[in-house]
């Protein structure tokens, strides 16, 4: 117990000492959240709501949270707070919370999975896997083959998403078929928020950017369907939120046709594991949290871990 608490008081007086040399430095984070939840699970990796809360608190004590949009304020001790996907997860247990403490984020939307309540199929499929009760799924069309196990790895998944990309206009499909193969209960985290709550989001402190139309890989598109995909989310969003987006996320933080999104926004973000620095060009690097404790998310919000792992 008493090292517990050591460490502690030890991590939040390195998270002190790295953020005043950051500042100084012209360096601010930015970081993305990838899911908040009470439920944990070794694949995703959630936050507890309680654990998230916490962070937010020690966060306060150092920084001043801004949305994407004010990436180049002059205040030193910006920081900068994102979500990513939509998903009623994000609705259920992390806007209550950012209401409630008053701190601002932004959350990338993908456009069409809100406009069509289509399910977010890569979140689908991981939880599929996760949670089957079947041992394995098939898909097979042609010479077309798609093989999902049962607890398979991070690594597996990953690449299967990435086959699942070349065929952009049957995903969605093709992970229900193997969802109901493996018998797994469909994911709450592949639900799509729905436009009114995201609008309800937004006039609390939320700013709305654009995470695609169907939350596919950039890596995989001809540079015409990437100025298409980056102006009809645009456009879409605008249309519905009756104020023009300026912030993009590459979905799966897969950086191609960047001159494309560039065109449209004037901030792009990747997922890139820095601090970003006020005075580069680049898309704007974010640092992925996933579960651990609130202190140790402040110390890598600091970017402390990739100075000891560059
Ligand atoms: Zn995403």
């Given at each position: 117990?008493?090292?517990?608490?050591?460490?502690?008081?030890?991590?939040?007086?390195?998270?002190?000492?790295?953020?005043?040399?950051?500042?100084?430095?012209?360096?601010?984070?930015?970081?993305?959240?990838?899911?908040?939840?009470?439920?944990?699970?070794?694949?995703?990796?959630?936050?507890?709501?309680?654990?998230?809360?916490?962070?937010?608190?020690?966060?306060?004590?150092?920084?001043?949270?801004?949305?994407?949009?004010?990436?180049?304020?002059?205040?030193?001790?910006?920081?900068?707070?994102?979500?990513?996907?939509?998903?009623?997860?994000?609705?259920?247990?992390?806007?209550?919370?950012?209401?409630?403490?008053?701190?601002?984020?932004?959350?990338?939307?993908?456009?069409?999975?809100?406009?069509?309540?289509?399910?977010?199929?890569?979140?689908?499929?991981?939880?599929?896997?996760?949670?089957?009760?079947?041992?394995?799924?098939?898909?097979?069309?042609?010479?077309?083959?798609?093989?999902?196990?049962?607890?398979?790895?991070?690594?597996?998944?990953?690449?299967?998403?990435?086959?699942?990309?070349?065929?952009?206009?049957?995903?969605?499909?093709?992970?229900?078929?193997?969802?109901?193969?493996?018998?797994?209960?469909?994911?709450?985290?592949?639900?799509?928020?729905?436009?009114?709550?995201?609008?309800?989001?937004?006039?609390?402190?939320?700013?709305?950017?654009?995470?695609?139309?169907?939350?596919?890989?950039?890596?995989?598109?001809?540079?015409?369907?990437?100025?298409?995909?980056?102006?009809?989310?645009?456009?879409?969003?605008?249309?519905?939120?009756?104020?023009?987006?300026?912030?993009?996320?590459?979905?799966?933080?897969?950086?191609?046709?960047?001159?494309?999104?560039?065109?449209?926004?004037?901030?792009?973000?990747?997922?890139?594991?820095?601090?970003?620095?006020?005075?580069?060009?680049?898309?704007v690097p974010r640092i992925s949290i996933y579960d651990t404790t609130?202190?140790?998310?402040?110390?890598?919000?600091?970017?402390?871990?990739?100075?000891?792992?560059?």
């Amino acid at each position: 117990m008493r090292s517990k608490v050591m460490s502690l008081i030890q991590k939040a007086g390195v998270a002190r000492m790295l953020t005043l040399l950051n500042r100084r430095a012209g360096k601010r984070p930015v970081v993305v959240f990838h899911r908040v939840h009470p439920k944990f699970d070794h694949l995703t990796q959630p936050i507890h709501p309680n654990e998230f809360r916490e962070f937010l608190d020690l966060m306060l004590r150092l920084y001043v949270p801004y949305t994407m949009d004010d990436i180049n304020t002059t205040e030193e001790r910006a920081c900068f707070i994102t979500f990513d996907d939509a998903t009623l997860d994000f609705y259920e247990y992390v806007y209550p919370i950012l209401k409630e403490m008053k701190v601002p984020a932004t959350l990338f939307v993908p456009v069409n999975s809100i406009q069509k309540q289509e399910r977010i199929w890569n979140n689908e499929l991981m939880h599929a896997a996760l949670f089957a009760t079947k041992d394995e799924a098939t898909y097979e069309v042609d010479d077309y083959v798609v093989k999902v196990r049962k607890d398979a790895e991070l690594d597996e998944l990953l690449q299967i998403i990435k086959t699942l990309n070349s065929a952009p206009s049957q995903s969605a499909s093709i992970v229900s078929d193997l969802t109901r193969t493996l018998n797994a209960e469909k994911s709450e985290w592949a639900q799509p928020m729905s436009w009114s709550q995201i609008e309800e989001v937004s006039q609390n402190g939320v700013l709305i950017g654009s995470h695609s139309l169907d939350h596919l890989s950039y890596e995989f598109m001809l540079p015409d369907e990437a100025i298409n995909d980056s102006n009809s989310s645009q456009a879409q969003i605008t249309k519905m939120m009756g104020e023009k987006p300026m912030t993009f996320a590459f979905p799966m933080g897969h950086v191609n046709h960047l001159d494309a999104v560039k065109r449209n926004y004037k901030i792009v973000c990747s997922t890139e594991p820095r601090l970003y620095n006020i005075n580069e060009n680049g898309p704007v690097p974010r640092i992925s949290i996933y579960d651990t404790t609130a202190p140790e998310m402040l110390l890598r919000m600091t970017g402390f871990h990739s100075l000891i792992r560059p």
